[in-house]
């Protein structure tokens, strides 16, 4: 079972542990900064930050086990071919080759220790094998001419959210990509395939299915059974059986289908959890009721789950980072764009809210 | 030679004291600056060189207006400031 809860907020880096019968912020880090991303590697116990300074640019930080935290190299992009401007479809505005957020970190398998990936803003996937000490731009998804019809989303540019690692083999991976489909390679980035399946609902007549126009919102994987993998869209929420190659929908749940968040039961390929918002255009709970939803069934049926959440003009927002499971399948985190931390002991049946006081939360993770 | 100094607020995150460069130009002293501290750069300029957004330049009082080419030269005393923008939040 995770000791602790790392909690990325717009205003720093925060650690939340077990304390008696509940839970306290026990630690601070980085107080003021903007913390994007947060991974502890299980590997080797170092902790990684992302920071967003802003006017001073994206950086990364290490922590590692026992020790204190120090500046590393940050995803960088290399320089662009002589000429070649990428533009943004939606927007027409240039694609900079400059990370502009460092968005998501994922560890490597153990059998590639050092390995870890980076997913950006605009879009960029990295990969480092020195735990952070040097980056590289995967250049087989960077240079895929189906890039180029990647479209910002909430952010101006495209952005690369999910990493979802193949548990059983070294050399695969999904990426989820906002918007810009699901993608995955089976042979260590040489080659990547779309995602198909997934629907936009809001693309013109005949476009809907269009495999690299889909906002996937984000990724989670069944660690148990890994060919099972849910996916929060825009549009709604998706379940694939086969790695992410093919994806079902799932219609008709209470009280939404939308939302950011997903998170997979790590052993029990029927469950996971979902934070919904009422809808694209009205991001806030459904009649400021917080909730989780929850499916035992494969996304057959889905029940709602309030215990000790506000009931009453509750107008959180839960990020697409900002839920997890720990290894248990029992322990549930989120945290809200209002500042809330909620823990769950019991997968999800009942929540006790940590804080109400933190900044707006972008990401959660459980940790050793 | 010309004098770089940065803005208070940066040096909470990476050491950037003021120093003295030998240089023609504002870029070139800055160059210079990152040759000597080269976890600054970082700060102060993308991967592809470009002055980020939000950091201005100001030699002797005056912003730089090129702020990608910095050809502009600075003489034996000059002193080089560079600040960020604020905002809320």
């Known amino acids: 079972m995770s000791q602790s809860l790392l909690v990325g907020t717009r205003k720093g880096l925060f650690t939340i542990a077990a304390s008696g019968?509940?839970?306290?912020?026990?630690?601070?880090?980085?107080?003021?900064?903007?913390?994007?991303?947060?991974?502890?590697?299980?590997?080797?116990?170092?902790?990684?930050?992302?920071?967003?300074?802003?006017?001073?640019?994206?950086?990364?930080?290490?922590?590692?086990?026992?020790?204190?935290?120090?500046?590393?190299?940050?995803?960088?992009?290399?320089?662009?071919?002589?000429?070649?401007?990428?533009?943004?479809?939606?927007?027409?505005?240039?694609?900079?080759?400059?990370?502009?957020?460092l968005w998501t970190l994922e560890a490597g398998p153990a059998e590639r220790p050092g390995r870890l990936w980076a997913g950006t803003i605009p879009g960029g996937l990295f990969v480092s094998d020195d735990r952070g000490d040097s980056w590289s731009l995967v250049r087989s998804l960077w240079d895929d001419p189906r890039r180029k019809e990647w479209t910002g989303g909430g952010y101006d540019y495209p952005g690369l959210h999910?990493?979802?690692?193949?548990?059983?083999?070294?050399?695969?991976?999904?990426?989820?990509?906002?918007?810009?489909?699901?993608?995955?390679?089976?042979?260590?980035?040489?080659?990547?395939?779309?995602?198909?399946?997934?629907?936009?609902?809001?693309?013109?007549?005949?476009?809907?299915?269009?495999?690299?126009?889909?906002?996937?919102?984000?990724?989670?994987?069944?660690?148990?059974?890994?060919?099972?993998?849910?996916?929060?869209?825009?549009?709604?929420?998706?379940?694939?059986?086969?790695?992410?190659?093919?994806?079902?929908?799932?219609?008709?749940?209470?009280?939404?289908?939308?939302?950011?968040?997903?998170?997979?039961?790590?052993?029990?390929?029927?469950?996971?959890?979902?934070?919904?918002?009422?809808?694209?255009?009205?991001?806030?709970?459904?009649?400021?009721?917080?909730?989780?939803?929850?499916?035992?069934?494969?996304?057959?049926?889905?029940?709602?789950?309030?215990?000790?959440?506000?009931?009453?003009?509750?107008?959180?927002?839960?990020?697409?980072?900002?839920?997890?499971?720990d290894d248990t399948g029992d322990r549930l985190a989120m945290g809200s764009t209002t500042g809330s931390v909620w823990v769950s002991d019991d997968a999800g049946d009942a929540w006790t809210r940590v804080s109400a006081e933190l900044p707006p939360v972008a990401c959660v993770r459980w940790a050793g | 030679m010309a004098t770089v100094h940065f803005t208070k607020n940066l040096d909470r995150h990476v050491a950037c004291p003021p120093e003295r460069v030998d240089a023609a130009t504002a870029h070139e002293a800055l160059d210079a600056y990152f040759t000597l501290h080269p976890g600054v750069r970082g700060y102060i300029v993308d991967e592809q060189g470009v002055l980020r957004t939000h950091v201005n330049v100001f030699v002797d009082g005056t912003q730089v207006a090129d702020r990608s080419v910095m050809d502009g030269p600075v003489g034996d005393r000059s002193e080089i400031y560079v600040m960020q923008a604020l905002s809320g939040g």
């Open chain 1, 21 to 101: 019968d509940g839970y306290d912020v026990v630690a601070a880090a980085h107080v003021g900064v903007p913390v994007t991303a947060v991974l502890q590697d299980p590997r080797d116990a170092s902790t990684y930050a992302a920071l967003d300074h802003g006017h001073f640019g994206t950086k990364l930080h290490r922590r590692d086990a026992d020790g204190d935290w120090v500046e590393i190299a940050s995803p960088e992009y290399p320089a662009p071919p002589e000429g070649q401007v990428d533009m943004e479809p939606f927007r027409q505005i240039p694609i900079p080759w400059a990370t502009k957020l």
């Open chain 1, 162 to 325: 999910s990493v979802s690692p193949d548990p059983r083999s070294p050399g695969s991976l999904l990426v989820g990509v906002s918007t810009g489909g699901v993608w995955r390679t089976d042979d260590d980035t040489a080659t990547w395939a779309l995602g198909t399946g997934l629907r936009n609902e809001y693309m013109p007549p005949g476009q809907e299915y269009e495999p690299v126009g889909q906002d996937a919102h984000r990724l989670a994987r069944c660690g148990a059974e890994p060919d099972v993998v849910w996916c929060q869209h825009h549009n709604g929420m998706f379940r694939s059986v086969d790695g992410g190659a093919t994806w079902s929908e799932i219609t008709d749940v209470a009280p939404s289908v939308f939302g950011f968040a997903v998170a997979a039961h790590p052993h029990d390929p029927l469950t996971a959890w979902f934070v919904p918002a009422e809808k694209d255009e009205m991001r806030v709970p459904v009649d400021g009721r917080m909730v989780v939803t929850r499916t035992r069934d494969g996304g057959a049926s889905f029940e709602t789950l309030s215990r000790g959440l506000p009931q009453e003009h509750a107008y959180h927002l839960v990020y697409r980072h900002a839920l997890d499971v």
